[in-house]
């Protein structure tokens, strides 16, 4: 059974801040693509940030950077989201998502394996 477990999620207030975790297990592959994507209710889905195989290559959503950085250990199959100066406009479902091959990184589509999803709300 493949699967992505979220946490860390919660209420904080507005300048606060979170850091969400994800962790895999079951994958026939080591070390995907790893991406994080955030959904308001009534809204699409958006990219918050992916990250490459081995953690190097880093990619932000405009919104977001500066603010948030993306990590993992492989070691222990976990993703992470450091969130700082969180505002109202963050306040969403977060959700981690997993894809074998690189490309179309902040493309919530091209991903295959998602988490349930952790609530972040950002209070003003």
């Known amino acids: 059974l493949v699967q992505l477990v979220e946490s860390g999620g919660g209420s904080v207030q507005d300048g606060g801040s979170l850091r969400l975790s994800c962790a895999g297990s079951?994958?026939?592959?080591?070390?995907?693509?790893m991406g994080w994507f955030r959904q308001a209710p009534g809204k699409e889905r958006e990219a918050v940030a992916a990250?490459?195989?081995?953690?190097?290559?880093?990619y932000y959503a405009d919104s977001v950077k500066g603010r948030f950085t993306i990590s993992r250990d492989n070691d222990k199959k976990i993703l992470h989201l450091q969130m700082n100066n969180l505002k109202p406009e963050d306040t969403a479902m977060y959700y981690c998502?997993?894809?074998?091959?690189?490309?179309?990184?902040?493309?919530?589509?091209?991903?295959?394996?998602w988490g349930r999803g952790t609530q972040v709300t950002v209070s003003s």
């Open positions: 998502a997993a894809k074998e091959t690189g490309g179309r990184l902040l493309d919530s589509l091209a991903y295959s394996v």
């Open positions: 079951g994958f026939p592959y080591s070390n995907p693509w």
């Open positions: 990250i490459g195989p081995s953690g190097v290559d880093t």
